[in-house]
C-alpha cells in the first residue's frame, strides 16, 4: 500500500486544481478595499485567507451607554467583520441600560432575530398597511423575530443592564433609525412637516438635539 | 405531406403532457382562496387561466384625493392583480392634487422606481445610517428609482395635479406609512415618545387625527 | 441639555462606521468603468454618488418612429441607468406612432409590466410548451403583464400615437427580437431554414431587409 | 457503556422530532395533486417518501424520432419527475436522428448545459440585443452551455443518430419552440405578419403544416 | 380638523383593502398543519396572528447534556418556532458540559453564526476540496461563522460548562451529523466501509453504540 | 423600401447600444484574472467572448482510475469551464472502475442530477436529522437527485466500468469528500476521535493512507 498516497496525490490534485480558483464555492471573504458588487465585497484570495477571518471578538465587551439613549448598537456586519461577506447571516450586539432605548428603525435589506442573554427587553414590530402593533417584554433566553424592513423597537425592561444579540438574514442589513433620519440630517423642516404631520417646533426641537439643519 | 399534422401531433403530445401539469414554469396566477407561502398564492389551475388574468384596469381612473394628504396610492399588487404572484413585480398608481404630499413611508419588500406622467413631483429618500438626504424635483417623463426598504416622499411640486406611476421589484412590496405606523394604531403613546423622541402633546395631538389610541 | 449632541455624536459615530464601507446594504450605483460580475456592475464610492444617480430624464422625450415598425423602445436598463444596480427592476419607454408595432421579441432576464398612458395597444405573449395566446386590446390606464421569458408582441391599437412604460423585474432584463435574432445577424440561411421550418425565399428575403448575411 | 443508546436515544428524538415536521430542510418531493405556488409543488409527507421518489427511468430509452424534425425531446422536469420538486435543476434526453433537428427554441426558467453522449451535434445559441450568433459542432463528451432564455437549437451533425441529455438550472424551465408559438396555435395570421414580417403564403403554409388556425 | 379621520378613514381603506389578503408581504407564521412547498409553509390567517407567534421561549432552559456527548443542541427553526417561516434566518442554543462535544456535522441549508455566551468553545470546519482545517478556542463574546455545508464542530474548551447561541441563514438549515448518518441507521456496514475507508471491525462497534443495523 | 435598412440602423443602434456595456443580462463568462465576489467570477468583455467560451472539451475522455477508489470525477465547474460563471449550473464527469467507488461526499452548493450512462451504479444519500439511506442500484439511462447538501455515494454496480454524468444547480457547488476531510488534513487525530467516535488507531490508521498529519 506504500504507493497509495502518490495515487492519491494524483487524485487530490484533481479535486485541488478545482478549489485551488473556486473558493468561492466555499466562502469569499471580503476584501474592503477591492471592488463592491451588488452581492457584496471581493473576495480576498483563499491562499491569505486564516481562521482570524472567520472570528470577530468586537462583541465581547459592552457598548458605551452613556449616551442619551442610554444603549448601544455594536454591529458584526460585513464591513466589521469581513468573514459574513456573501454567507446570509450577520449579527449585533445591543447593550440596554437601566432606562435604555433602541429608537424606532428597520433594517431594510433583512429580518431580525433578538435573543435576550441578560435582563428583560420590551420589545416590539408595527405590520405595513394594516400597523398592527406586536411587543411583549422577553426575559433571559427568550427570542423575538422582527420581520424584513418594518419598524420595530428595543426597550430595557426591567432594573437592570439587558444584553441581547440580534441576528439578521444578510450580511449587510442596514440600520436606519427613524428619529435620525427625520431630524439628524439637512431634510428641509418644511418636507419633514408635510411628510410627517409633525408640528414646526417639534421639528426644529429635535433638529436642534440631534444635529440636523434646515 | 398530409401525414405530417399527426406526426406532429404525437410530438406536440410529449410537449402538451410535459406543459400540463408544469404551468408553474410559465406563470402562477394568484388563487386568493388557496393556501398562501412565503413565495406568494397558490397558482389557478392553468386550464381555467384567461387574459384577464394578466390585463387590470383599476389603475385608469384617479383615486380620490379628497382627503388630508390630497393624494392616494392605488395599488396592483398580487393582492389586487393576482397574475403578478410569483413574477417579481408590481405597480401602483400615485395621485397628487395640488399641495398633495405621499407621507414618509417605506417599501420593506421591494425597490421601487418612479415615473411622472403628469405635472412635476419633489421625490426624495433618506440612506439608512449615513441619513444622507437624495431628493429632487421630477418633470414629466423622468424617473427616479428608491432602494429597498428606505423612507422616501413624493410631494407635488407644481401647480397642476401631478400623476405617476411606481414600479416595484416585488408583488407584494408592502406599504409602511410612518405617521401611521406611529399614531394610526394603540401603540403606547410613552413607547412612541419614548422609541421617538417625540414630544407627548405631539404624539396625542397626532393620534388624535389619525384615529391611534393609547 | 446641551451636551447631548456630543453624546450622540458619539453614537451616530458607531453608526457611521458602520456604513461608511457598508454602503451596499442600501444601494450600488454602477460604475460602468469597473468590473461586472453575475450580480451586475460594480458600486460607484458612496462618497461621490448624488441624487443624480438616481434620477434619469432619457424616457421624457418620443422616440424616434421613424422607421418600418413605426415604433421605438427607449431604455432604462442598468446600462443606460446605472442607479438600478442591484435593485432588482428597470425601465422603458414604448412608442408606437399609428400602426406601429413592437415585434415578438422575449426578455430573457425579466418579467414585464405594461402601463398604457396614452393611446390604446393590443398586446398579447404566447405561454410556452403549450402555445396559448393571450392577448387583449389595453386602452389608457390598462396594465397588462407578461411572464418572463415568453414570447409577446405590442402593436398600436387605435388612429393615434400610443404611449406605454414598461416596467421589468430584473435590472438588466435584455431584448432579443425573434426577427432580428433570425434575420438580422450571420446566422446561415440553411441553419435558419431548417431550424424554423421557413421557406429559403422568405428566409434570404428578409436578411436582405434588415441586413443579415449567409 | 450499556446505557448509551437511552442516553442517545434522548438526544435523537430532540433531532428526530426536529426533522420530523421540517422535511423541507433536505427535499421536497412534488405533490402533484396538492396546491401548487410560485415555488413549486407542495411536497409529499416525508413518511411516504421512498428511493423511487428520486430516481426517474424514463430516459433510458430513445425517444421517438420518427417525425417531421427526426428527433424528439424526453424532460425529466419536475412534472415528469417530481423529485426534483424544489431542487433547482432538471434535465431532458435529446434524440436526433440522422438529419434530425432541435427547432430554435428558448427555456424561460433556466439555462441548459448539454452533453453529447453519442454522435456529433451542431448546436447554437443567439445573444438578445446585439444578436451575435455562438454555434459549434460537439463532438461525443463535449458540454455547451446556452445562457437562460436565449433562442438556440441543436442539429446533427454527423451520419449517425446522435444522443444527448440537457441540464437545466431550474425543476421547470419550460420550453417554447419559436415555430410552434408562431404556427401551432390560433394567433392569427395577420398578427404573426405584423409582428415578425413574415409572408402571408409563408404564415398560412406553416399554419397548415403544424396545425395552426387563424 | 373634525372630518378629518372620516376622510382618512377613506384612505386607510385602500391600504387595508391592500393589506388584507397581501399578508404574505409582512411575515408568513407557518401553519405546520398545511401544505408545505419548496419555500417553506403555509402561512397563518394573518387575522389570527398574535405577538406569541413571534416570541419563543424554548430557548431559555439548558438542553439535556447527560448523554455521551455531554452537549445539547436545542433548535428553533421553523419547525418548532413558525414564526421563522419564510423569513430566512433560525437559531439554535448549545449546551457544552465540561468535555461537551458537537460532533462533527453539517447544515445543508444554511452558514452558521455562533457566538458563545458562557465559558469557552473550541469550534473549527474544514473547507472543501482543499480540506483546510480551521480552528480557534472562542472566549464569551467571541462569534465565529461557518460557511453553508461545510463539516464544523463545537468542543468545550475550558473547565466549566459552555453556553452558545448559532444563528442559521435560513429558517430550516437542517442537521447531519456525520456519526449518526454513517452509524445510526440501517446503511449496510459494507457501503459504508467502502465509501470511508473505516475497518468492518470499527463501523460494527459504532453501529453497536449508535443503534445502527445492517 | 430601399431606406429601410438605414431606418433599422437607427433602431438597431439604440438596441445595440443597449447591449453594448450591458452584456450581464445574457451572459457573463468567468474572467479568472479578475477580481471574484460572492455571486461568482467578473465578466470577461462581450467583445472577446468567442463560442469556445460556451463549448468544453474536457469531459470527452475517461479520468484516471489507477487509484485507490478505481474512480475519477472530472468536474466542470466555473473554474474549469468560466462559461458557466453565473448561470446557476455545472457538470462532471464520472468513471468507475469495477469495483470504482466515489466515497461518502457533499457538495456544500448545490443539488446533484446523476445520469447514468455506462454500465450500473449504485448510488443512495442519507438525510439530515433523520438519517433514512435512500440508495438503489442504478441502470443505464437511470437518473437520481441527490438533494443539496446531503451526504451521498457511487458504487460501480456491476462487472464492467460505468460512466455517468453529474449535474448540478450551482456553478460552483463545490466537493467535500467526508474521508479527506477527516483524514487528509493535518486536523488533530485528538479532535478527530472527539468529533467521530473514532478509534484512535482507526484514524491514525487512515490518516497515514490519505497523507494526514497530527
Known sequence: MEMMPTIFFFFLQLLFF???NAAVQDFCVGDLTGPEGPAGYSCKKPAIVTV?????????KAGNTSNIIRAAVTPAFS????GLNGLGLSIARLDLAVEGVIPLH?????SELLVVVQGTICAGFISSSANTVYFKTLKKGDIMVFPQGLL???INGGGIPAIGFVSFSSPSPGLQITAFALFANNLPSELVEK?????????KKLKAVLGGTG
Chains 1, 2, 3, 4, 5, 6 share one sequence.
Open 195 to 203: 411628510t410627517t404631520f409633525l408640528d414646526d417646533a417639534q421639528v
Open 106 to 110: 428597520t433594517h431594510p435589506g433583512g
Open 18 to 20: 478545482s478549489s485551488s
Open 52 to 60: 482570524d477571518d472567520f472570528v470577530f471578538s468586537g462583541l465581547g
Open 152 to 154: 420595530h423597537f428595543q
Open 79 to 82: 464591513a466589521q467583520f469581513p
